[in-house]
């Protein structure tokens, strides 16, 4: 039986996160559906590329980001998308990174 993607997460991410700069943040979500979901990340609308700073871990069930040293560069509106051939689901993080 095929199942649309779900995405779960802390309820604490459901809310804006104010980091300060320097800091290390963790986004982990668990990723459901039947075919196993694609998932992909974005920031402010573009493809999140993986950094120095900026660590993407994906498995079939999970995807986790990390940000190490965050900087204001790391602000802003993070989008994962989980889609399979049933359908898509999208979870979306707000970041501010204050300076130091």
Sequence with gaps: MAV????SY???LKS???????QKFVIDTTIGG???P????TRNGEP???SAQLTIDVTPTSS????????TDHS????????????????EFTITVKGR
């Excluded at 994962?80 to 979870?91: D, F, I, M, Q």
């Design 4 to 7: 649309a993607p779900t995405i």
């Design 10 to 12: 802390d309820d604490q």
């Design 16 to 22: 804006p996160q104010a980091l300060r700069a320097g």
């Design 34 to 36: 039947v075919p196993t």
């Design 38 to 41: 694609t998932s992909s990340w």
């Design 48 to 50: 999140l590329t993986p």
């Design 64 to 71: 986790k980001l990390t940000i190490t040293d965050a900087n």
């Design 76 to 91: 802003g509106s993070y989008v994962l998308k989980a889609e399979n051939a049933v359908g898509s689901t999208t979870a």
